[in-house]
Nanobody, 129 residues
Framework: QVRLVESGGGSVQAGGSLRLSCAAS????????MGWFRQNPGKEREGVAV????????YIADSVKGRFTISQDNAKNTLYLDMNNLRPEDTAMYYC??????????????????????WGQGTQVTVSS
């Protein structure tokens, strides 16, 4: 059974940085996609950044490109999201997700939240101006 536990959220001022972590267990032995999604009340969950375990390909949403970096420590079964130059519009609940999906998806496909069946409980990020 896949279990994902996020940590690292908090409150920062605009321009600040945070690092989110997602500790994973029960991941499949084959390749899988794993990533970060975010959601505000009343809005759809949107993809932020995803990594494919096959070759380490990453997919980054345009809204955070150049500011956010996704990485994975396979030895620790942990996924990270380094967030720099944070903006108030980055405020959201951030969720970690994982699933075995079709390899070689496009960025648009990989960032679609509804394709993922395994989710963490979320960690809140609040950016003040």
């Amino acid at each position: 059974q896949v279990r994902l536990v996020e940590s690292g959220g908090g409150s920062v001022q605009a321009g600040g940085s945070l690092r989110l972590s997602c500790a994973a267990s029960g991941l499949p032995s084959g390749t899988y996609y794993m990533g970060w999604f975010r959601q505000n009340p009343g809005k759809e969950r949107e993809g932020v950044a995803v990594i494919w375990s096959g070759v380490g390909s990453t997919y980054i949403a345009d809204s955070v490109k150049g500011r956010f970096t996704i990485s994975q420590d396979n030895a620790k079964n942990t996924l990270y999201l380094d967030m720099n130059n944070l903006r108030p519009e980055d405020t959201a609940m951030y969720y970690c997700a994982a699933d075995t999906l079709t390899p070689s998806m496009t960025a648009i496909q990989a960032l679609r939240a509804h394709l993922y069946n395994h989710w963490g409980q979320g960690t809140q990020v609040t950016v003040s101006s």
